[in-house]
């Protein structure tokens, strides 16, 4: 079936995050992590199925969506979860937010690496517990953690280990490897993991395959909150169904008395749309990755020609993380804003010169972003 990703859908007026942000200025959106792409059509079927009974009163315990999850996880991931382990949540953020209050004491030290995904400092300081920042380090031409240099840091009050994989802003999807030395840190230092997975579907490289933490081993199982959602793999991120999977009972029971109360259940049209996505959308995400795959190329192959910018390929997101230190500007999010393009800036993930541009958007308003780069970049000071 042919899907149409060049079709541009005008979000001006549907009360978008990401096109309010400059609705009357001719700055391109290209900042908060939701693509332009419109949801497959078994997404948009399902809510108007259900619409259509008209009733919408509380829902139950979602067998079909906790069904589609677990299928999903199984022919993706060859990950065998048990319906049980599910905890279902209104986002991932707050499953980042109750992971560092329900895992840590207030003496208590979370560890997180940096550059990241801002909520993840976020949930530290709302909690108001410190937090050890892990650099990630530029490795043949991908963002990797140095642990070896956290050693010397750690002061035995850390608790929880907060991965992300596949990474933002770095986009690397983490190799068997990499993920296992992520766990030897963790038992050396007897830290409780929490995984936030929600880019694993969008992984661009070819030949590269994303393993959740979890099924390294029992011991990762046993100690690992994961996080995933359909959100950001088929742009229903406005709906909000989530997962987070705790395998061992006990970190589940403490997770949940965190969670009743404060957290409310999701949406039942967010949970029809995401069971619709995962049971029905794997063709539709295949032609998607492709589309994003052939966006990113096309972009670094331009960014990496333009003086002042460097960026390596993202090996999954549709988020590029460009280094603008040698362009010589203060701020380069401000510095690009003024040229027309609404990018992410890096201050907020841990490194002011860079920018993260969001490149899940038509290929005619990426072209038009990377002529706006390239005028930007000629006239720097
Ligand atoms: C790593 C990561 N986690 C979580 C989220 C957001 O999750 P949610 O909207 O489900 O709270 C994002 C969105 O950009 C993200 O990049």
Same mark, same amino acid.
């Given at each position: ?7 541009? =859908?005008?979000?001006?007026? #549907? +009360? ?5 942000? $400059? ?12 693509? +332009? ?25 979602? %067998? ?10 199984? #022919? ?10 599910? %905890?279902?949540?209104? &986002? ?22 940096? @550059?990241? $995904? ?9 909690? +108001? ?5 892990? @650099? ?18 750690? #002061? &035995? ?38 995984? +936030?997975? =929600? ?12 393993? @959740? ?24 991120? &406005? ?5 987070? =999977? ?23 049209? /967010?949970?029809?749309?995401? /069971? ?17 795959? #052939? ?22 997101? $549709? ?63």
């Amino acid at each position: 079936m042919a899907f149409n990703f060049d079709q541009r =859908i005008d979000r001006r007026h #549907s +009360d978008s995050l990401k096109w309010n942000k $400059y609705a009357d200025q001719d700055i391109l959106p290209l900042w908060v992590a939701d693509s +332009d792409f419109r949801s497959p059509d078994c997404v948009i079927e399902a809510i108007k199925r259900r619409a259509d009974h008209g009733i919408f009163g509380y829902g139950d315990k979602p %067998v079909e969506f906790l069904d589609s999850a677990v299928a999903w996880l199984a #022919s993706r991931y060859q990950w065998h979860v048990n319906p049980e382990w599910i %905890v279902v949540l209104p &986002g991932v953020v707050s499953g980042l937010n109750l992971a560092v209050r329900a895992f840590t004491a207030s003496d208590e030290l979370t560890v997180a690496p940096t @550059p990241i $995904y801002p909520p993840f400092r976020g949930a530290a300081k709302l909690a +108001d517990r410190a937090q050890l920042n892990l @650099p990630l380090k530029l490795q043949q031409g991908r963002w990797l953690l140095d642990l070896a240099a956290a050693q010397g840091q750690m #002061s &035995g009050k850390e608790r929880l280990l907060m991965l992300c994989n596949p990474q933002n802003p770095g986009g690397t999807v983490y190799r068997r490897e990499e993920l296992q030395a992520q766990l030897e840190f963790a038992q050396q230092h007897d830290l409780i993991v929490c995984s +936030d997975e =929600i880019h694993s579907d969008l992984v661009l490289e070819p030949g590269v395959q994303h393993l @959740p933490f979890a099924t390294l081993s029992e011991d990762a199982a046993r100690r690992s909150i994961t996080l995933m959602s359909p959100s950001k793999t088929f742009n229903i991120a &406005g709906l909000g169904a989530s997962i987070a =999977i705790i395998p061992d009972e006990k970190l589940r029971a403490r997770f949940n008395q965190f969670r009743r109360g404060i957290v409310p259940d999701v949406d039942i049209l /967010a949970l029809t749309a995401a /069971a619709a996505a995962w049971r029905e959308g794997e063709a539709w995400l295949k032609a998607q990755n492709d589309y994003l795959r #052939s966006n990113r190329d096309w972009l670094v192959s331009q960014v990496n020609t333009m003086a002042g910018l460097s960026v390596v390929a993202p090996e999954a997101t $549709y988020l590029a993380w460009i280094d603008a230190s040698a362009l010589g500007v203060a701020s380069p999010a401000l510095y690009f804003e003024k040229h027309g393009l609404g990018l992410t800036a890096g201050r907020d993930f841990g490194n002011d010169q860079f920018v993260r541009l969001n490149f899940g958007c038509t290929r005619a308003l990426l072209d038009e972003a990377v002529a706006r780069l390239r005028r930007a970049v000629a006239a720097r000071p």
